[in-house]
């Protein structure tokens, strides 16, 4: 296995220049530091977020993101996982390569992550579902942004199930050292109030850990669901942090796209 995942998104859904880049998310999340009144008090070991360009929904994402900065030094992998929106694939896909390329510089996948899931049967490679992704790629600016060094394990995920999904994040799950980053959407191109409506039902259905999200309410359902599922056996209390929809940030209010930023913390440490 060799090469470079390159850039397929900068210069659309984020700045191509590193300069700009950096400047950009810097001021999201300093925004985003600047409400932390609804963050968890400690560093989330799974987050929700965003796959719009950051124009859209990159405020959004950031007050996810913000939440990590107790935990900079602490996590050394991130385990990303969103859905293939160009190249349908069965299971969940691996890129086949050794690092993820962005302005801000390279990340190395972790081999011996990926290696403890490589015998699954839904686990399979499928270097053209991640070539033309957005939904991964546009998180990794932020990951490196608030993160240390940090090693990624990307999976695009196509045909699979709640099940197949948490099963993979149950052999990756580790301890403080190992963040779930899920990159999903929320409801697409309804009117105003109608997203209004149908978004604030998902957010409810995930703050109750409840694993039935249809990719009419959420383009990562999947992915989603599979993170319920993990979180209610690993005793997660799931926080949101914000939401919006394009009608809200840089779009027109007839077809929206829904937008929400989710933490995943240890109940019994916040219920203290």
Known sequence: ???????????????????????????????????????????????????????????????????????????????LLGPVHRVPVCG????????????????ALDQAAIARIRHLRQVVNSAP???????????????????????????????????????????LWGGPETLIVISSDLSHFLPYPAAQQIDRATAQDILELNPTITHAQACGGTPVNGLLLAARRHGLRPHLLGQCNSGDTAGDKQRVVGYAAFAFTQAQTDDR
């Not at 991964?136 to 196509?158: C, I, N, S, Y």
């Open 129 to 171: 579902a991640h070539a033309r992704e957005h939904a991964l790629e546009v998180q990794l600016p932020f990951l490196q942004a608030v993160l240390d060094d940090f090693t990624l394990v990307p999976l695009a995920v196509g045909d699979a199930s709640a099940a197949d999904v948490a099963q993979v994040l149950e052999l």
């Open 1 to 79: 296995m060799v090469g470079v995942r390159e850039p397929a998104v900068a210069g659309a859904f984020y700045p191509a220049s590193a300069a700009v880049l950096t400047d950009t998310v810097t001021a999201l999340l300093a925004d985003a530091a600047a409400a932390r009144q609804a963050a968890p008090a400690i560093a989330p070991k799974a987050i929700i977020v965003p796959h719009a360009g950051y124009i859209y929904s990159g405020s959004t994402a950031a007050l996810a993101y913000a939440a990590l900065s107790a935990a900079r030094k602490t996590i050394q992998r991130v385990v």
């Open 92 to 107: 969940l896909a691996l890129p086949g390569v050794e690092r993820f390329a962005t302005p801000l510089g390279d990340i």
